[in-house]
Structure formats: structure tokens, C-alpha cells
């Protein structure tokens, strides 16, 4: 029986049997009903106290309270009802009868639909708005519906799927689009949605393409290939015709190189690709292994040290103030063949553990030149597929867990989303809780098991810095971090499982766990220097800034971190800004290293002098040191023609009165 009922008095029934749904689609059904109104009919059952409980439209009632809430309905808005009656069982079949009838539309049907609305004098924006969709959705199918009309058959008729039809809108020429699609009907080989974009995209390719080098002329020619070939071209010019034809042979050469490549490496898998790097789309779901440099072997390790020594011989020429132009012009052409051959040794590729390489895989990409090129970085699967993408769930000690074996890899992939959901709802709720799990996987990160599937995206790992293998010796910052780290309570890390070790973790003082916060964010910083360019970062001064750090207290200028490495004229200048004058003309004929020396025991406070001369000298830092302000950027020093280690110009009121005062 149809029944108009007042909104106010439907309820949601618990016997509704759908009890997921979609945010995103829940909107774009509000806007829909505000726009048109109800176009399908509830179906209610009577109950309590004059109330008629909603058994099937769950969604529809949500949608006509949330515009009832706003304003945009009455609240005694009249809906039109289907009215039921039956035992329990029935209402509940015909609950899930009414859901299972449902089809949703052929992106074609849409595309033709939403094509009649802005034939009719809409706009995408009007569509957008009254279908509760994005704008760059409506756009999308009317692209579709502007598609070749035989392709837009085929995406009716589903014979072709939704990302292929995209690929042949990836141009507007439909008669580009028909002769592709015309090509390909009688084609042997597997069509992908990469293919079909490359061909409407080219409709030849040179001799010279990657793809065709790969292959050679005489193995697609005897494929049946077709080769244009204009009065002056050559091999490398000449035109391809096939390239359908091109990427199958392309894929199949790749195909058995990568089985190649898995056997020579040991490896458990070699993936293949025709683009010349490996795209975010073909690790996703993948977990990087880790991998170490392949180490240096002993006579690499002398090379290298005979280049280190090189380096400082020449550097000291450049450092030296009476060198002449045409040495220091040598000195610089020699630092660099000598800075070229350091880095050959230490760019080296990763090498993968022997144990590690039984279920690894990594990915064979196409290089420019028609290469097949192995990518040196390498990944294990999270999961193991079945054949005809049906998926089992990793077997694990412990309780028996339920197996996917009877499920598609689509529906493991959705529920698990959904799952995700419902805890990060909880987790979201609980910020005390979401702390520990965040400090927790930080912390975690560089000793746990890389065999452990990741709980989440959470990364911090610690910043290398832009020297390797740096070490400030006797540097207070340095050593209280190392005795920081040295304090921190790591009983948590006996526990044999992550499980374990988090419930450990979170067993330890809010004390402990709040040393540990401190530790994971503070060991993720990376270099900066109060300075305008690359190594400018403004966040480091504000922090320095709310921490009110005070440099002069954890770092000392001293010969061997500064003195010694920089210009004869910038460690005058300090002087002058400790001293005045009078301390730069007692310095001021000194040789380099006598200088240095002197210096730092100035600016440690371990002289004989004015006491306002030593306090500015223990209140001396390096402009580029000091934690400025954010709002007044500043040069790597005030006076920026100071000559540095590079070796510019000396220039300046300040260097022309040291000039002086050695006269």
C-alpha cells in the first residue's frame, strides 16, 4: 500500500540490511533529492508509538533529514511509502531484495545522460551541483560521450572497459580514435589502456624509440611490421607503423630479459615495464627492502685516501692568500677531477643480503637507448596472490586466522579499506593512545623486523645530513644527544613481535615515553644554517626561537672547526668584533695557522685582556650559527664580501681598516 507519511515520524529500521556505506555517495544523494526531490519510493513497516520504521531507503531517509536539519525541507515534509506487513523474515528479504535489484549505470548511459542535461542549457557546474558530483567528474563523461562512436559503443556494449576508454579520449581526433580502435580488432595480443594511449597519442613511431631499438627492424618486419620511409630518411628516422604490434614484441622482449635478469641476480622476481623509470603505480602494495652500498674494496679504500690527500694539498693552494691567478686557476680544474673521482667511489649501487634475495623482487625499466636496464632497488610482496586473482592470506603462528582463498582480490582490497576505517575512527578518538603508536612505530622503525608488515605510513627515519660520516668532536651538543640517547629506557625492545614490543612500550613511565618523543622527532632534523639559499630553513629559527636557544653555550669557534677553515680576513673580522682594532692589529701579521690558534683561545675566554673585550669574545658566534630572528633573513655573514672558503673577493670598510692596521 503507497502511503504519504511526515518525515518526522520514519525511522531507521535495525532490520535494514545494509549497514555499510560511502560517505562521498551519501552527499551526492543529498544534493540529487534537494535538487529533484524523492524520485524512489520508501518501503516502511509500521511500529511503535505511530513511527514507520524504514526497511529499505536507509540512505533516502538519511539524505530527508539532513535537508530537513538544514532547512532546505520542512520538518512535516510529506514522503511517499510504500507500506509492507509480514513476519520479520519477510520484511528482511524484501529489505535485501530491493538492494540486490539495483544496477549501476554504464558510464556510457551517464555520459549520454549528463550530455542531454548540457545540450539542454546546463552548465558541468549545474550538473556537478544538482548530482551532488565534482565538476572533474561531470567533465570526464562528457568527454566519454564525445568519444568515436564506435568506441562508444564498445564502452556501452562493455567490451572495452572505462580506463580503455579514457585512453582513446586521451585525444579529441575521433578519427584518430576509430582507426586505432579499427587496428585493433584483430589483434592477437593483450591490449592495455597504456597501449591504446600510446597509439592515439603517435600514430608512428621513429626508428630511433626505445621500443623499436629493443626489438630490432628485422624481428618486427618479420612480425608482419610496416615501416614509411620518406626519400632522406634513415633507420633512426623512418617511420613505424604498427606500434600495437611494436609494444606487444616490446613486451615480450622485456618479458624475457626480466626472466634473465631474475635468474643472474638470484632474485625471486623481475617485473618489467616499457617506461624508462618505475612509477609509483607498479611498487604500490610492495615494501622496500633494505640495502646497504656494496663496501669498498682495500685497494678502492687506498685510492680514496690518496684522493682525500689530494683534495686538502690543493684546497690549502686555494686557501693560501699569496697563491697567484694561475695556481689557484689549476688548484680549481684539479678539485674538481678530484671531487668527480670521490664521488665514482661512493655513488655505489645497493647490494642485496644473500638471505634476503629469496623473496625479493625489483623492477626492469626501458632506458633510452633501447636498453633494458635493472633498477637496484629492491621489494618483497605483502601478500601472496593465488592464480585467477584470488587471494590467500598469509599464514601466521599462532590462532588459526580465516583464509581469503574463497574471495576476489577486489573485495579483500575493499574490506580492509573499510576495516582501516573503523579503526582510525577509534584511533582518531583517542589521542593518548595515537601518541604512543606514533612514538612507538618512530622508535621501532631502525631495529624491528623488516619482515613485519607495516602498520602504517609513519616515517621518520634519521636525517643523514649533507657530509657522510660526519662527526663533531668535542662538541657539548653532540655528546649530550649521545648521552640523551644513551638515557632512554629500551626494555621495550626485548619483546619478540612488534604486538609485543608496543605492549612493552606502553608499560614504561610517562616519563620514559615522553624522552623517547623527544628523541624520534629531534633525530629527524636536518642541517641548517641562518642564511638566505638552500640551507635556509625558517621553521629551525622559529623553534630556536621558542626554545630561546642561546648558541654560545653548546658551540665554541675553534681552530679546527672554523678558524683553520676559513679566510685570514673573516677570522680578522671576528677580532674586530671582539676586540676593535687594537686586537686585529696584534693579530694581523700573523701567519694562518698561528692566527687560528690564536683565535680560538681568544673566543674560548682563555686569554689576558679587558674584561668587555673577553665577554664579547665569549659572546661571538658565527652570524650563520645563531638562531635568528624568522622575519629578518640574513647573509651567511653581515659583511658578504668577506673572502670565504671558496675563496671570493676581499672587500669593505671593515677589510680595508685591517689592511690598514697590518700596514
Not at 697567484?324 to 674538481?336: C, H, M, R, S
Not at 674560548?604 to 658565527?622: L, M, T
Request: net charge negative.
Amino acid at each position: 500500500m503507497i502511503q504519504s507519511i511526515p518525515l518526522k515520524k520514519l525511522v531507521p529500521s535495525p532490520r535494514n540490511v545494509r549497514k555499510s556505506s560511502d560517505v562521498l555517495a551519501d552527499l551526492q544523494l543529498r544534493a540529487d533529492i534537494g535538487a529533484r526531490g524523492l524520485l524512489q519510493n520508501l518501503v516502511v513497516r509500521k511500529g511503535k508509538r505511530g513511527k514507520f520504521e524504514v526497511e529499505a531507503g536507509g540512505r533516502r531517509l538519511a539524505a530527508l533529514q539532513a535537508l530537513a536539519e538544514e532547512g532546505t525541507l520542512p520538518e512535516n515534509h510529506e514522503v511517499t511509502c510504500i507500506v509492507i506487513e509480514g513476519e520479520e523474515s519477510e520484511v528482511r528479504e524484501a529489505s535485501l531484495a530491493e538492494n540486490f535489484q539495483r544496477l549501476a549505470m554504464n558510464p556510457a548511459d551517464e555520459a549520454q545522460a549528463f550530455a542531454s542535461i548540457i545540450e539542454a542549457g546546463a552548465t558541468p557546474e549545474d550538473v556537478a551541483r544538482r548530482f551532488g558530483l565534482t565538476v572533474r567528474f561531470v567533465e570526464g563523461r562528457l568527454r566519454l560521450a564525445s568519444l568515436a562512436p564506435c568506441v562508444f559503443e564498445a564502452l556501452a556494449e562493455g567490451t572495452i572497459t572505462l580506463d580503455m576508454a579514457k585512453a582513446y579520449g586521451a585525444i579529441s581526433d575521433v578519427e584518430r580514435q576509430a582507426h586505432v580502435y579499427a587496428e585493433l580488432q584483430d589483434a592477437w595480443y593483450q591490449i592495455t589502456p597504456d597501449t591504446i594511449r600510446r597509439m592515439v597519442l603517435d600514430a608512428t613511431v621513429r626508428g630511433s624509440d626505445p621500443r623499436a631499438v629493443l626489438v630490432g627492424r628485422d624481428a618486427y618486419l618479420d612480425a608482419g611490421g610496416r615501416i614509411e620511409r620518406e626519400l632522406f630518411d634513415d633507420d633512426a628516422s623512418e617511420s613505424w607503423i604498427d606500434i600495437a604490434l611494436l609494444e606487444d614484441l616490446a613486451h615480450k622482449a622485456m618479458e624475457e630479459a626480466a626472466e634473465k635478469a631474475a635468474l643472474e641476480y638470484g632474485l625471486a622476481w623481475v617485473r618489467p615495464t616499457l617506461g624508462n623509470y618505475v612509477s609509483h603505480d607498479l611498487v604500490e602494495g610492495l615494501a622496500r627492502l633494505p640495502c646497504e652500498p656494496a663496501p669498498l674494496t682495500e685497494q678502492e679504500v687506498q685510492e680514496f685516501s690518496e684522493l682525500e690527500a689530494d683534495y686538502d694539498r690543493v684546497a690549502a693552494v686555494l686557501e693560501d692568500e699569496d697563491s697567484d691567478e694561475d695556481e689557484v686557476a689549476k688548484a680549481e680544474q684539479e678539485l674538481v677531477v678530484i671531487d668527480r673521482a670521490m664521488r665514482a667511489l661512493n655513488d655505489r649501487p645497493p647490494v642485496l643480503a644473500e638471505e634476503l634475495k629469496a623473496e625479493a623482487g625489483a623492477f626492469l625499466v626501458l632506458s633510452r637507448n633501447g636498453e633494458p636496464m635493472l633498477v637496484p632497488q629492491f621489494y618483497t610482496e605483502t601478500e601472496v596472490i593465488a592464480d585467477e586473482g584470488v587471494v590467500e592470506a598469509i599464514e601466521e603462528n599462532g590462532p588459526a586466522k580465516p583464509k581469503g582463498s574463497s574471495l576476489s582480490q577486489r573485495l579483500l582490497d575493499e574490506l580492509a579499506m573499510q576495516r582501516r576505517d573503523i579503526l582510525a575512527i577509534h584511533l582518531a578518538n583517542d589521542p593518548a593512545l595515537a601518541l604512543d603508536f606514533m612514538v612507538f612505530t618512530l622508535a621501532d622503525a631502525d631495529g624491528s623486523d623488516w619482515r613485519a608488515k607495516k602498520a602504517s605510513t609513519l616515517g621518520g627515519s634519521v636525517a643523514s645530513g649533507p657530509v657522510t660520516g660526519f662527526e663533531a668532536k668535542d662538541a657539548p651538543a653532540s655528546a649530550a644527544l649521545a648521552e640523551f640517547a644513551g638515557s632512554l629506557d629500551e626494555s621495550w625492545r626485548s619483546g619478540e613481535s612488534d604486538v609485543e614490543r608496543f605492549a612493552k612500550f606502553r608499560a614504561l613511565s610517562d616519563e620514559a615515553r615522553s624522552a623517547w618523543l623527544g628523541h624520534v622527532v629531534s633525530r629527524t632534523l636536518v642541517a641548517s644554517l641562518a642564511c638566505d639559499g638552500e640551507r635556509s630553513v625558517p621553521l629551525h629559527e622559529a623553534l630556536g626561537s621558542l626554545l630561546e636557544i642561546e648558541t654560545t653555550h653548546w658551540w665554541r669557534p675553534t681552530a679546527a672547526n672554523y678558524f683553520d677553515r676559513v679566510a685570514k680576513a673573516r677570522t680578522l673580522e671576528a677580532l674586530d668584533a671582539a676586540g676593535g682594532p687594537e686586537l686585529v692589529s696584534r693579530y694581523a701579521a700573523s701567519k694562518k695557522a698561528e692566527l687560528a690558534s690564536a683565535a680560538e683561545r681568544i673566543f674560548s675566554g682563555n686569554f689576558i685582556g679587558d674584561a668587555e673585550v673577553k665577554e664579547r669574545a665569549q659572546a661571538w658566534v658565527p652570524t650563520i650559527m645563531r638562531f635568528t630572528d624568522t622575519d629578518v633573513p640574513t647573509d651567511l655573514e653581515e659583511d658578504a664580501s668577506i673572502e670565504d672558503e671558496a675563496g671570493e673577493t676581499v672587500s669593505g670598510d671593515v677589510t680595508d681598516e685591517i689592511a690598514e692596521q697590518a700596514a
